[in-house]
C-alpha cells in the first residue's frame, strides 16, 4: 500500500494489496471522526468511526487509527478488493459546535488494479 | 442507503422554477440533513433539523427553504432564487445530531 495526503487526491493500489487513506483534520476540538465511502452517482456509506477517547478501531477489513497530536486519522483496508474502488472521505464533528453538520474532507479516490 | 430514500434520481428545472427533492426515511432518526456536492468537492450542508418543526441554516442555505412537519420526512425546495442549482444533492439522517450521518442515494438536479 502507499499513503497519501489530501493534497494528492488518488491512489491506486494492486489487488490484494493493503490501502492507507490519510486525513488530516482541522480543528483540534474535534472529537468524533467517521470515514464514508462514495461510489460514482451514489450516496457515502457509512463506513466506520472513532471517538477522541480512542486511537484505533478496527471493522472488517478496515481500521482507522488516529493521531491528535498532528490532528491525523487514517483509514486501512485491508486485502484491497475491486470493490473497494471509490472515493473515499473523512469526517470530523466538533462535539460541543452548535451546527448539526461534519466537516467533510474533498476525498481520496481509491483506484484498485486487477 | 439504509431505509433512506430520495426521490427523483434525476430532477430538470426550467429557469425561474421551484422544484422540490424528497426525502424519507424509516429509520426513526430525529434529525435529518441536505447536502450539496459539487464536482470534486466535499459535501457543504444546505439545513439541517433536529427535532420535527425546527430546522436551522447550513453553510450554504440562501436560494434553499425545507420543512419538517413529520420526522420521517424532510423536503428540500431549490427556489429560483438559487442561481447556480447544479448539483448532486444529498440527504442524510442521524439518531441525533451528534451520531454517525446515513446517506440516502442522492437526486441529481440538472438546469434544462
Known amino acids: 500500500g502507499e499513503s497519501v495526503g489530501l493534497h494528492l487526491p488518488t491512489l491506486s493500489v494492486q489487488e490484494g494489496d493493503n490501502s492507507i487513506i490519510n486525513c488530516a483534520y482541522s480543528?483540534?476540538?474535534?472529537?468524533?471522526f467517521i470515514w464514508y465511502k462514495q461510489e460514482s452517482g451514489k450516496g457515502p456509506q457509512f463506513i466506520i468511526d472513532?471517538?477522541?477517547?480512542?486511537d484505533k478501531r478496527q471493522g472488517q477489513r478496515v481500521t482507522v487509527l488516529l493521531n491528535k497530536t498532528v490532528k491525523h486519522l487514517s483509514l486501512q483496508i485491508a486485502a484491497t478488493q475491486p470493490g473497494d474502488s471509490a472515493v473515499y472521505f473523512c469526517?470530523?464533528?466538533?462535539?460541543?459546535?452548535?451546527?448539526?453538520?461534519?466537516?467533510f474532507g474533498k476525498g481520496t479516490k481509491l483506484s484498485v488494479k486487477p | 442507503d439504509g431505509g433512506i430514500t430520495q426521490s427523483p434520481k434525476y430532477l430538470f428545472r426550467k429557469e425561474g422554477q421551484n422544484v422540490t427533492l424528497s426525502c424519507e426515511q424509516n429509520?426513526?432518526?430525529?434529525?435529518m440533513y441536505w447536502y450539496r456536492q459539487d464536482p470534486g468537492q466535499g459535501l457543504r450542508l444546505i439545513y439541517y433539523?433536529?427535532?420535527?418543526?425546527?430546522?436551522q441554516k447550513g453553510d450554504i442555505a440562501e436560494g434553499y427553504s425545507v420543512s419538517r412537519e413529520k420526522k420521517e420526512s424532510f423536503p428540500l425546495t431549490v427556489t429560483s432564487a438559487q442561481k447556480n442549482p447544479t448539483a448532486f444533492y444529498l440527504c442524510a439522517s442521524s439518531i441525533r445530531v451528534e451520531r454517525a450521518q446515513y446517506f440516502g442515494p442522492g437526486t441529481r438536479l440538472l438546469v434544462l
Open positions: 429509520l426513526n432518526h430525529d434529525a
Open positions: 480543528n483540534s476540538a474535534s472529537d468524533y
Open positions: 472513532i471517538r477522541s477517547n480512542m
Open positions: 433539523s433536529q427535532i420535527v418543526n425546527d430546522f
Open positions: 469526517a470530523e464533528k466538533y462535539y460541543g459546535g452548535s451546527q448539526g453538520n461534519l466537516i
